[in-house]
């Protein structure tokens, strides 16, 4: 009832306004809680760019309203992805209310909607593509009668779109499906905006993994930052070197994921304009992979032998890097994105200082007792073997900290909490690309309506020139696993990352706590609808409670 | 595997020791993180009170294996109570084994445990009773080949022991159902083991409460205390005033708790010999029952005239307490335990202050100007009302704090976070019995395993005699329903009540962090396995993880 008699309340009013507001940011508490009023924009999540809803209602019939290729489309029935999102759409706006099955005898009346038309209208639709930081996801929706037109360059687009125009309609107080005539114009306001999963900390069996890439694609996110392995365990299969998971994976065949799980994951992904980008960090974090691969680690020394406990990456052997460039030719055909993440952040030094090899090499190279030179030594070479696969990377800020010489299109992840805009700047100021994450750990919780302080996030609030803001492609919400597995990763990730989804998306001076508050309980209730566990954002109820426990 | 093959391993050491430990409980800080030893008990959760495990190994035979009432039991197949346990333990512990069936002709080895024979030894079982607070729990449970036998004096101690049982088995490296040679001498530390549901923030299906009864049980709990209606709604159904709910719930008929749903939920509690406590708190946290109840609330007024919001309910009209008469009539017909909590913490006075009939009102009786004496006004007559139906009750602690007179048998419920030892032995020392729930309210998270904070807190830690401890009779863990609901409440809440779970059963001595970190790590993974999405502790895995988003 909630998201529906409301919403249809406001049907009452005139609204016809647009969606860039007056920047009116009140930086007041966090706890604060905003009213649930009506947002004149409905359930819309995250905001479009332009929206113009008009008072005019169209309803929609389950029993003849359908979605179709237009016929000046450049994408037809045989373009999979977009058919596939046509009945996944379907299923979202009928759910269970199409029971009966179709009756093309029902007559449409005239202030009915009968079809929605998909039009790309560029030459190549890009449907079997993989997207990417470049693909052009701007679409315009024109909701009229009897038919709604969905313009858009590329599929990537019309996929945005077709979410839209789900989320435009609603039960009017009889339960019927309605919509309002609206015209939206839209387009992202970053061009990359990621989701980080652990995979290592707790296995995530495929089930959540897809799951998520859909809550992902409701809420406009394109791309998925796989950290696939770390220090506990390693699930990644590798067809090149198969004992890394047989001894690394917590289980070795039913904590892992295979290459036909990995395949199928990019290809869910990539129907829903996802890209799927792997981390594979290295130098630290790599606990798991010393167990399958024999002297990868270093050894550390307790006096003057042996520990028996190991640290990051030995760097001064040549057999690491025979080891890296085969395993990096391997990621790199299975995993089509463009870019590789390898990670590079947090290295303890403790064991290479202990390590009297280490020491010697050191010496050797020149690099005093700064170990941040060996581990520049280290990435420096890694960096060279990928960039010889013809991949982009992504790194964590560390990297570029120390100095590393980085490729001109490498992505610099900042994440570290102090300093953010310090960091911005200086990246930006060397001409990298940079995406954020420092304001976006989900895995920290706390009590209260914490989505707010996401929202509040701002990515270009740094000094810098238009070239060096233009130089912030977006961010990532980040999900690290320590605490988070299959029984609860879901209902602690929605909505949260909802507000950060908003926040890449829509206009930077969408920033209105009441109208996102009123918008995201109702997409909060819509995401349980459809059937994931999204977790209320304070008192209150849907219509339609979760089903499962 | 976790779960499996850690505990094989500890078979290899001799284990025969008691659950007692010596106290050496370290009051470190909070976010340490303990190792995942190997606990000498396994999987145990709660800690029994006496345990002896022995490194003689039995196989269970899921062909031959059965739970059989004991020749010498005064309780037989007539006890639904017990039949309906022991399919549902049958079913926990051959989980997913037992495909082809039962084959009888299968010949026992000598080394198998073929049967756990179950042995109520009073004449009166209270198979068909209701738990209560006295109800005896105990049980002993000694595991032998070939038979096992479980003894105690009343039902309620068997469904104890078929847990304890049933936490026994594990899979060897074989996957062989195996169990141990155990003597377990088991008893509540606490009577009064309770968990607090909040209904009215949000909505919770039958299908979530009954899956955390569920999961109660697995840990011992045996309160249900249902704080059913508050503020925002009002999901009971009276016969009596059906308009409370039509117009106090989210929605009158898909937002509420039927007749009929009560009784199944007290029912399936008292199978699992959990007590349901229901509270109707009064005379604040009511603004949902003054929709569907005329002048049952205070009006506010805005200088001269009333505002058109109302306050707690009115404590001045002759018509409240007619109200109240007929309604916890109705609950205590209802609901059969012995007790009902009335609630009364947290009265706001200003509508009471802004009404000129309640200060004419409080002239007439001499209150001055003190509304504490005004609110005891109501609680005196509201106690006096439930003591005449014959019920007892259960006030949070302000009513006491407040002076207000209770019959010797009220329970003292202390839920405030300061000076939570100073209220104990006041409450104590004016000989009240009380349940303890300040340090266990669950509603509140953060980052990290906050379980120990939970499971370190001391109920009896106090200043007080003996007599004054013994009228600590337990406690709660609450999880109040701003942010919770049917998406996110199971994970939330365990493994996070089992600490407290733990710490209200086992011996006050049983304060091993280490060995309850190792336990209640495969205990989550059982709760897992038995289909409750039970968070996880820190990094790891479960054998089998959970199979839902």
Redesign the interface.
Known sequence: ?FATLKFAALLLAVVVCWATQDYDYDDAEIDEEPTLGDSPYGSLWPLPQKVQISTVVFKLSGASFHIFDAKESSSGASCRLLQNAYRRYDEYIFTSSRKQGKNKSKKALSSDMSELQVWITSADSECDSYPSVTSDESYKLSVDSPVAVLKAPKVWGALRGLETFSQLVYKDEYGAKSINRTDIHDFPRFAHRGLLLDTS???L?I??IL?NLEAMAWNKFNVFHWHIVDD??FPYLSRTFPQLSQHGA??PY??VYTPSDVKMIIEFARLRGIRVVPEFDTPGHTQSWGKGQKDLLTPCYSGASPSGSFGPVNPMLNTTYDFMRMFFKEVSTVFPDAYVHLGGDEVDFSCWKSNPDIQKFMEQQGFGTDYSKLESFYIQRLLDIVTTINKGYMIWQEVFDNGVKLKSDTVVHVWMGNKVEEELQKVTEAGFTTILSAPWYL??????QDWQKYYRAEPLSFKGTDAQKKLVIGGEACLW????????L???LWPRASAVGERLWSDGDVRDLNDAYSRLAKHRCRM?QR??????L??????H?????
């Open positions: 009832m900390r707790h296995f069996p089930k959540v799951a506990p365990s917590y289980h039913t904590h895995d920290y919780i706390s009590y209260g696993g320590e605490y988070v597995d299959a029984t609860n879901t209902p602690r349980v059937g994931i566990p999204a977790e209320p304070f008192t209150g109820y849907c219509a409670e979760y089903k499962e426990v």
